[in-house]
């Protein structure tokens, strides 16, 4: 499954879960009811600054957005990962980032995912 397909039923899932129809969340963001039901169906990508505005109008938590762009099936990877760094200062968030992105850079090179 394509990232853009996990976003789209991610947001629709999210956009249920609030109670919220399409029309209502179109109204939130300032878009048609037409283009929301065409980014849930996955028929329409949307850029990251309306993404990031459907996100807010669903008030959803910083976790989510993370969730929606990963996928459900990561959805225990990130909880461990938020509890790992939730006592972490700014330089060792930034440290285990940059070395996180270089183990999975390097597993990919060498196919060991």
Do not use: W
Not at 80 to 107: P, V
């Amino acid at each position: 499954m394509n990232e853009f397909k996990i976003i789209s039923e991610n947001l629709r899932y999210m956009r249920e879960q609030r109670g919220y129809t399409q029309e209502r969340l179109a109204e939130l963001v300032g878009l048609s009811a037409s283009h929301i039901s065409k980014v849930e169906s996955g028929q329409r990508r949307v850029g990251m600054k309306t993404y990031l505005h459907i996100l807010q109008a669903l008030d959803a938590e910083p976790e989510e957005y993370v969730i929606c762009a990963l996928g459900e099936r990561n959805k225990s990877g990130v909880q461990r990962l938020k509890t790992l760094l939730e006592d972490c200062t700014e330089n060792e968030i930034e440290f285990l980032l940059a070395n996180l992105a270089a183990i999975k850079e390097n597993m990919r090179k060498f196919s060991l995912s």
